[in-house]
């Protein structure tokens, strides 16, 4: 996983200084809006409103953006959007098993631009349930490293059922069961350990291993489809190396 994920954290980093940092902030406060459409617009009691914003924050999204997302989705203000989770499966280059989740207003837009991306960039779609059986939903906390030692985070989540650490260099990835995310986040905030983001997300239970060139190949084919508005997450079960990491820039 480790690969993937440091792959991940990296260009979200990137994004916040480069083109993308706009599209991003439109995605985060997209999650806000459903968080607080789904379970109520107080942080307090809705822990994943709370981790869209705590996230939202950490990426430098300005507060009043954040207020008047969670206003539009509680029904304080008016013209939220009606957003529809969609998850459409497919495989990229080199076998890789892809799940590629929306959030829309419009079903038949989304459809239509995954489909044109994954075509485009040597990826196929596939039939609903044929590739989602390869990923688990698991809570994932992002932790930047500062000073802290691997054993540092494990001794602070261990009790709160977090079932593995994992250090992706400048940063560990706190992995658990989607029902102890909001006790394992808890826990790091009462050990005084800062984090960037908390949320659940789909976890492969295997990785394909990528050299150079199919490394370069999936991800243009992620950038493409992430280039759509509709599309807020793309999980895919690629492995690279941190010399095929450098390698491809």
């Known amino acids: 996983m480790s690969g993937h994920s440091k792959w991940a954290t990296t260009k979200h980093k990137k994004a916040l200084i480069d083109a993308k940092r706009g599209k991003m902030f439109a995605k985060l406060i997209k999650n806000i809006e459903v968080a607080a459409r789904t379970g109520g617009g107080d942080p307090g009691g809705n822990p994943t409103l709370y981790d869209a914003i705590q996230k939202a924050k950490k990426s430098s999204v300005p507060n009043d953006n954040i207020d008047r997302a969670v206003k539009r989705g509680s029904g304080a203000d008016s013209g939220g959007a009606d957003y529809q989770t969609i998850m459409y499966e497919g495989y990229g280059p080199n076998g890789v098993a892809m799940l590629v989740e929306c959030l829309t207003d419009n079903r038949n837009r989304a459809a239509m631009e995954v489909r044109t991306a994954m075509t485009r960039n040597g990826g196929t779609m596939a039939d609903p349930g044929s590739v989602s059986y390869l990923f ?60 960037d983001s908390a949320e659940v997300q789909f976890v492969p239970a295997t990785q394909v291993q990528l050299d150079a060139e199919g490394a370069t190949k999936i991800f243009k084919l992620i950038d493409a489809l992430e280039d759509s508005d509709d599309v807020q997450n793309v999980y895919a079960n690629f492995d690279v190396s941190d010399e095929v990491m450098a390698e491809v820039g």
């Open 136 to 195: 688990s939903r698991k809570g994932v906390v992002i932790v930047p490293s500062d000073g802290l030692t691997e054993d540092d985070v494990l001794m602070a989540v261990l009790d709160a059922g977090a079932e593995e650490v994992n250090d992706l260099d400048g940063s560990f990835e706190v992995v658990s069961e989607p029902g102890d995310l909001v006790a394992v986040r808890t826990a790091l905030q009462d050990a005084g350990i800062d984090y």
